[in-house]
């Protein structure tokens, strides 16, 4: 089930909605690196192109996160 989560952005409050599990490994993957969830998520958001939207650019982010992972795993 997909889940509407809220953050602020460069002063902004803005919505995104994720699947609760890819919003675990973001929170993972925040915690791995040491900076709040919120810096990553505007990170990613500052990253992306125009034509994409912040929810698939979450869940890319996720993905390739964890496809580096496995590959530094074998």
């Known amino acids: 089930m997909i889940r509407k ?3 602020t952005l ?3 409050r803005t919505s995104f909605s994720l699947e609760p599990a890819f919003h675990d490994e973001l929170r993972a993957i925040a915690d791995a ?3 709040p969830v919120a810096a990553l998520i505007r990170e990613i958001d500052d990253g992306r192109g125009v034509d994409g939207n912040l929810s698939s650019a979450l869940r890319l982010h996720v ?3 964890l496809k580096e992972k496995a590959g530094a795993a074998n």
């Open 33 to 35: 690196r040491g900076i």
């Open 5 to 7: 989560y809220s953050t």
């Open 10 to 12: 460069h002063g902004h």
């Open 63 to 65: 993905l390739e996160w």
